[in-house]
């Protein structure tokens, strides 16, 4: 239920909120791909550095940062603008689901009593190629088609 709460708050967010979602996807894309490459050297600096924190917390903190928390900040200082109607829709469902794809394990971890988080979270990770694909497309289509207002 809580990844479904998620899903619903971000599409919301996303629909309601009219700006460039292309800089935000690709961000988080970004994000993902330091986090990747540079993820346990951030999470094991954090946690030396920072005391009384555990390790998994560490990790979640810059997982949240790289892939939700400077996307968002992105998303919320660039332009307004966008598409618009029916393609408005499916940029904000295809925003939100690929965000909270990527947020689905992290949440499960931490909420495990969650039995429906859990298995959504299993069916999101295997379609998580896809619907990174899609956003990635989607991204590309507004940042090159449709302009700055």
């Excluded at 904000?92 to 429906?116: E, G, N, R």
């Amino acid at each position: 239920m809580v990844i479904i709460a998620v899903l619903v708050g971000l599409f919301v967010l996303f629909f309601f909120v009219r700006h460039h979602t292309g800089p935000a996807h690709l961000a988080m894309i970004a994000g993902l791909s330091v986090y990747e490459m540079f993820g346990k050297q951030a999470t094991q600096w954090l946690s030396q550095n920072v005391n009384q924190i555990p390790v998994d917390i560490s990790q979640a903190i810059v997982y949240l940062l790289l892939i939700l928390v400077f996307p968002l900040i992105l998303y919320l200082r660039s332009h307004r603008g966008g598409m618009r109607g029916i393609l408005r829709i499916a940029e904000a469902i295809v925003f939100s689901c690929i965000m909270t794809a990527l947020l689905s394990s992290t949440i499960a971890k931490f909420v495990a009593f969650d039995t429906i988080s859990t298995n959504i979270s299993q069916f999101i990770s295997s379609i998580e190629g896809t619907l990174v694909l899609i956003g990635v497309i989607s991204a590309y289509i507004d940042l090159l088609i449709f302009r700055n207002k």
